[in-house]
C-alpha cells in the first residue's frame, strides 16, 4: 500500500511592508510584468531623492514567507482642481519618466497576486488612486477596466482611464545589417559615421562598471544639459535632485551589470551621450544628450546606430525607445506600444475633485485645441526659461521664441 502524498500549503499573507532590495530584485526579474522602472536599483534612488511628505505604502503578497507579488505605492495629500485628497499613486510617479508600472507577480500566478493587491488597496485610506504609466494591453489594464466600468460607480469607486504616451521599439529580429537596409537614413548614417571616425580622437565608450559609470555619468549629464540649454532645459532633468538620482541609480544599475552608458568622444572630448539599462533580454533607451556645436555633424545619430548594433551583438530581443514621440525614434523603431492612466475616484472628496478637475481639464483642452501647435511648443520653451529664473523681461523672451525657426 502506497503512502499518501501530503501536498504542503504555505500561508498566504498581504501587508503594507518595505520589502529587502535582494527578494524585490529577483521578483522583478521573474515577473511578466517586471522591466526596468519596477525594480529597487531604480525606486529606492528615486523614494529617497522624490519621497518627501510621501508615505510609502507598498503592498506585498507572501507564501510562507517567499514574496510573490508587489504594488509598489505611496500615499500623499494633494490638491487638485482645490479640493484637497488622499492620493495613492505607483512610486515613480511623475518625477524621472517611468513607464511601464505595474504589480509583479510569481509566473503562473498574476490574476491571484492581482486579486489580493486590489483587496488590500481597498483597504487603504484613499480618495484617489491614480495609476499613471501601465501598459495599455497589460493584465493588470484589462482586468481594471474590466472589474470597474467607466464612469460608473462600482463598489463605490468610479474609474477614468486617458492614453499617456506612446513608447516607440525596435523588435531585433535578424542580424543588424538586415534591420540596417530597412532604415531611411541609412545613406545618410554611412556618410556621417565614415566622416566622423576619420577625425581624430574619435571613440565609443560603454561604461558598465561602478568605476566607469562615475566618470560617464558626469559626462552625460553635462551633455544633456549642453543639448537642452538651447530648449529652455529638460523635462527629465530640471534640478539637482534628479541629477542626485541619476548618479545613485545608475551605480546601482552597475553594480547589477544593467548599465550601458555610452559615450562618443571626438578629438577626446565627449560629444554625446546614451544612458542605456538592459533588464532582461530589452535594451531601454533611457536618455541621450549631445554638444550642440557638433550636431551638424549627426554625432547623436552616429551613436544611437551604435547602441542598437550593439543591442543585437548582444543577443538582445528588443531596442526600446521608451516614451516620446519624436521623429527619430519613429524612423527607426518597428513597433509601438502605449501606456495609459488609470484613476479610481472614491468618496464625497474624490467626487467633488473629479468634478473640478473635469471641467477645468475640458477648459484647457479647449484653449489648447484653439493654438497653433507652433505656439504651443514656443510656449513650452518659455516655461523652462522662466522655470530656471534666467534673466531678461518674459515679454521679449517670448517674443524671441515665436520668431525663431
Known amino acids: 500500500m502506497s503512502e499518501a502524498r501530503v501536498i504542503e500549503v504555505l500561508p498566504i499573507t498581504v501587508q503594507v511592508e518595505e520589502p529587502s532590495a535582494d527578494e524585490w530584485r529577483a521578483l522583478n526579474l521573474r515577473a511578466r510584468a517586471g522591466n526596468l522602472f519596477l525594480g529597487p536599483d531604480w525606486l529606492v534612488p528615486w523614494r529617497e531623492r522624490f519621497g518627501a511628505g510621501r508615505e510609502p505604502s507598498t503592498i506585498c503578497v507572501r507564501e510562507g514567507g517567499r514574496l510573490i507579488g508587489l504594488l509598489p505605492l505611496f500615499a500623499e495629500q494633494v490638491r487638485l482642481a482645490g479640493v484637497e485628497v488622499r492620493r495613492v499613486a505607483f512610486l515613480g510617479d511623475g518625477e524621472t519618466g517611468c513607464d511601464y508600472l505595474d504589480v509583479l507577480a510569481e509566473p503562473g500566478r498574476d490574476r491571484e497576486v492581482l486579486e489580493r493587491c486590489l483587496a488590500k488597496l481597498m483597504e ?40 499617456r504616451y506612446v513608447c516607440p521599439h525596435i523588435p531585433l529580429d535578424g542580424s543588424w545589417e538586415q534591420y540596417l537596409e530597412g532604415i531611411p ?75 550601458r552608458m555610452y559615450t562618443l568622444y571626438a578629438a577626446r572630448r565627449p560629444v554625446a551621450s546614451v544612458y542605456g539599462v538592459v533588464q532582461g533580454s530589452t535594451f531601454n533607451y533611457y536618455q541621450s544628450g549631445y554638444d550642440p556645436h557638433w550636431a551638424s555633424k549627426s554625432v547623436g545619430l552616429v551613436l544611437l546606430a551604435r547602441t542598437v548594433q550593439d543591442a543585437f551583438a548582444e543577443g538582445l530581443s528588443e531596442f526600446d525607445f521608451l516614451r516620446g514621440n519624436e521623429g527619430y525614434k519613429g ?21 467633488a475633485a473629479r468634478a473640478a478637475l473635469g471641467a477645468s481639464l475640458f477648459a484647457r483642452e479647449a484653449v489648447k485645441a484653439a493654438i497653433p501647435p507652433r505656439a504651443l511648443d514656443a510656449a513650452r520653451r518659455a516655461r523652462r526659461l522662466f522655470g530656471r529664473g534666467e534673466g531678461g523681461s518674459r515679454l521679449s523672451a517670448v517674443l524671441e521664441l515665436l520668431q525663431g525657426p
Request: aromatic fraction near 8%; include cysteine; hydrophobic fraction near 40%.
Open 331 to 351: 524612423e527607426w523603431a518597428r513597433g509601438e506600444r502605449w501606456t495609459i492612466q488609470v484613476r479610481l475616484w472614491r468618496g464625497a472628496r474624490a467626487r
Open 124 to 163: 487603504l485610506p484613499w480618495d484617489l488612486c491614480d495609476l499613471d504609466g501601465v501598459l495599455r494591453e497589460s493584465f493588470t489594464a484589462m482586468q481594471l477596466a474590466q472589474r470597474f466600468a467607466p464612469g460608473r460607480v462600482t463598489s463605490g469607486v468610479v474609474r477614468d482611464g486617458r492614453l
Open 185 to 259: 537614413r541609412r545613406e545618410n548614417l554611412r556618410r556621417r559615421e565614415k566622416w566622423l571616425y576619420r577625425q581624430p580622437g574619435v571613440s565609443v565608450r560603454c561604461a558598465r562598471s561602478p568605476q566607469e559609470a562615475a566618470h560617464a555619468i558626469e559626462e552625460f549629464l553635462a551633455l544633456h544639459r549642453a543639448r537642452w540649454s538651447v530648449e529652455g532645459g529638460s523635462d527629465g532633468l530640471t534640478d539637482e535632485r534628479h541629477e542626485a538620482f541619476h548618479r545613485d541609480a545608475s551605480q546601482r544599475l552597475a553594480q547589477q551589470g544593467m548599465l
